[in-house]
Structures are given as C-alpha cells and as structure tokens.
C-alpha cells in the first residue's frame, strides 16, 4: 500500500502546538540538548516527529514547532528513512523496479573487471576487447 500524500496539520492543532512550545524551538540536538533558538513569525515550521510518508499521523502528539535552521538539518535524515521504508515496502509488495540500464561492472553486467584490470565477458570467461583509439593526426 503507497503511502497517502503529506497531510498537514489542521489549525487548532497548529495554535496549540505553538501554545505549548512557548516560542522556544522543539527541536532536539543529537546529544539530547533543546535548540535554543526563539521563534520568531515566519521562521518556524510545524513538523511531523514521525513523518507522515511513513504512518506519522497529523496529531498534536506528533507535532513539534521547530526553527527553520533546524528543520533544514533534520530534513536529509527524515529523506533517508522515508526513502528506506518505501524501497522495504516496495521489496515486500514485489513491486520493486529494476534498473533500466545495469550498473557497468555491477552484478547485472556482461563483463566483469578481474584483479589485473582486464575486462572479461561473465558467460564465457574471454576478454573483452577495448574500443579502438582514433589517431587524431590522420584526420
């Protein structure tokens, strides 16, 4: 099942979240420290803790007020774990896609690089020859 489109947070949710937060961030450093920053109006996001591409719901549970300098840091990690969760859900639906063209010298390839640097065909174990050079100067 494909994960439903972002849903924001309704209003009531949004002018509790910011009750409750107290114009302080509520963003937390990895070291378990608080960001200290103040909000300030339009320097703030309302953030899903959980996101929402993966089950996080729209709650005040699952809202926290962050400045926008932590929600630019906390972003690339959100991405990495949504991106995860759709290639596992994709691997369990049998839905996964295969790559178009494969990787050169990845599992998929024809030909293979062995540890002297030559290019060998996978089927048969021959050398794969190298595309001949152009001698500029006879042009």
Known sequence: MRASPRTNFSSPIRKAALTRADRRCEADFPWGERCPCI??????????????????????????????????AKYPSDRVVIDRTRRVQD?????????RRPMAG?????????????????ATGALASRPASID???L
């Open 106 to 122: 990845g599992r998929r390839s024809d030909v293979k690089r062995t540890l002297g640097g030559q290019l060998v065909f996978r």
């Open 91 to 99: 691997r369990h639906e049998g839905t996964r896609t295969v790559p």
């Open 39 to 72: 909000l300030r109006p339009g320097y703030y996001r309302f953030d899903h803790i959980i996101p929402d591409a993966i089950g996080g719901s729209a709650t005040l549970e699952n809202c926290q007020v962050i400045c926008v300098d932590c929600d630019a």
């Open 136 to 138: 500029v100067r006879s």
